[in-house]
């Protein structure tokens, strides 16, 4: 019973040059979420997909990221042209519905180190 | 105003004692379900206990507790029989029923257990 899968784990990019993270949620989970952790911080929340929809996305930013979470195939996170500031942990998360009751089960996280 | 507020940035415990870790919340939603994760120095985020707003009890999970403090809104850890391998970042977290998107995420405290 594999858990929230997350890749890479660790991913270097150069300012300028663009970064796709997957994640593949739990057998059976179709809600999808991202999370950033800055150093020293809590997990930001940033988006929230469904199989081929957007949910909520109030917690990206308005440019350089976008994500999608196809029929078929893992949720990818894309971020553009990264700079400094971009260097986080993203996580993601699935759950079985939106009910308040359920927990999120997160991934390892992608560790995105822009040099 | 913070959803979540965690106020004790680090804390140290001697092995075999218990240590309380502190959280308050805000919300206007009467549904709610409040969480704590624990995150070690390899970063994964791991699901420790939950709370239900409308539950009577107070959550256990072997050797974590949640004191739910409904009126004070306050959800505070308690840790019982620290472990060297307790020593972690501890989140506390909220997910509302009418906001049910996302979680939202408190600073976190960074436990220590001294041998």
């Known amino acids: 019973n594999a858990g929230v899968m997350q890749n890479p784990r660790h991913l270097v990019r150069r300012r300028g040059q663009e970064a796709r993270l997957r994640c593949s949620p739990m057998?059976?989970?179709?809600?999808v979420y991202w999370y950033r952790q800055l150093p020293e911080e809590g997990l930001k929340f940033m988006v929230y997909?469904?199989?081929?929809?957007?949910?909520?996305e109030s917690g990206m930013p308005k440019e350089r990221f976008s994500a999608e979470f196809p029929k078929e195939g893992p949720s990818i996170l894309r971020i553009q042209q990264v700079v400094r500031g971009d260097s986080a942990a993203y996580f993601c998360?699935?759950?079985?519905?939106?009910?308040?009751?359920?927990?999120?089960?997160f991934g390892p996280g992608t560790r995105l180190t822009v040099t | 105003a913070q959803k979540i507020t965690q106020t004790q940035p680090g804390m140290f415990v001697q092995e075999k004692e218990a240590v309380t870790l502190d959280c308050t919340y805000d919300?206007?939603?009467?549904?709610?379900?409040l969480f704590w994760y624990k995150q070690p120095s390899s970063g994964e985020m791991i699901f420790l206990i939950y709370?239900?707003?409308?539950?009577?009890q107070n959550a256990t999970e072997g050797r974590y507790s949640l004191n739910f403090q409904k009126a004070r809104k306050s959800a505070n850890l308690v840790i019982s029989a620290s472990q060297l391998g307790d020593s972690a970042m501890y989140f506390c977290?909220?997910?509302?029923?009418?906001?049910?998107?996302?979680?939202?995420f408190g600073t976190g405290t960074s436990l220590t257990v001294i041998p």
């Open positions: 977290a909220m997910r509302e029923r009418d906001t049910g998107n996302q979680f939202y």
């Open positions: 997909l469904q199989k081929e929809n957007i949910i909520d």
């Open positions: 057998k059976g989970h179709s809600h």
């Open positions: 919300t206007s939603d009467p549904s709610y379900g």
């Open positions: 709370q239900g707003s409308y539950d009577q």
């Open positions: 998360a699935s759950s079985p519905g939106q009910e308040a009751i359920y927990e999120q089960y």
